[in-house]
C-alpha cells in the first residue's frame, strides 16, 4: 500500500512522537503496520504515515459494511430494532432546530438510515444525502423516501444552499483532506444553522488500557485523524463555528473494534472472533459505557454541536 507523510491537522506542526501501532484488525485488507502519532506541540492524534487517497479502494473493499446492503438489519430484526432506537433518539435532538421546508444534509450517510427515520417525523424537510458510494439498492430506497442522493467526495460535492442543519456521523475521521470538507460544511450552512459531528473521543475513559494499539477508536487504517473533545471544538470554531453542545455518546461498536483487536493479536482464528452482529456483546458493551457515564466518565464516542455564527 502506497502511504504518505503528513502533518499535525490541529497547528501544522510536523513533530509527533509515536503513541499507539497496528494493522487491519478489522477488515483485514493488509499485513502492514500503521502508526498513530501525537503532536508534541498540541496533543493532536493523527495517522502517519497513512494510505494515500488513491488506496480508498483497498482500504475500503466491496463488501465494507456500509456498501454492502446484505450486512444491513432488517427492521425484524433485534440489531435492527436497536439501531432504530438509536437513530430516533438522536433525531429528536436536531428535528427541533430544522425551520418547515428547511434542508437537512447527511454528509457521509452510508445506508440512509438516519434520513429515512427523519423523513418520517419530518415529510416537510429537504432531505440530502452525500457519500462516496451508495449502492444501487440504498439509492433506490432513499430517492423513494424523497431523498435527494449524491453520490461524490465529500470534499469535492456540490451541495445545496442556505442548509439548516448538517450531520457528519462517524466520518470526519476518515478524511483525507478535512480542511475542505470543513470549508464546504462552513458555505453551504445559513447563519444560525447546525453542524452536528459524531466521532471516536481520544479522552475515552477505555482508551488508556488499550492505548498502545487495541483501543477500537484507532480503526487502522481508516481512521486518519482522531480528536479529543477540545481538540475538535478548538478546529470548528476555526471555521466560524461556535460549539453550543459537547456529548458522550454509547460506544458499542468501538468496543467491539477493541475486543476484535485484542484476539487478532493474541491470534484468534476468524471464526472465533466478534462479529458487529453479536447481539449480546452489544448490549454488555452498551451496559459497560452506560455505568461509566453513571460514574461521570468521558466514553470513546463524542458529538458535538457547533452552530453558524
Ligand atoms: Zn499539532
Redesign the pocket.
Known sequence: MITEKTS?L??G?DDAEIMASGADYDCETTAQVFHFGR?R??G?IYLNPRPTAECAPEIYPSDYYTLDASHQPDGWSIMGRMKDVVVRSRLRAFMRGVPHGGTVVDLGCGDGALLLAMRRERPDARLVGVDFAVSAGQRQKMEKAGVVVIESALETAQLPENVSLVIMNQVIEHLWDVDACMEKVRSCLRTGGMFSVCTPNTDGYDRPWFHSGAWGGYYFPRHLNLFSREGLSRYMERFGLRVTRRNSLLAPLIWMSTARALQLRRGWPRWARLRDGNVFFLVLFCLFDALALMLGQVTSNQQVVAVKE
Do not use: E, G, K, N
Open positions: 499535525c490541529l497547528c506542526a503532536c506541540s498540541c493532536h
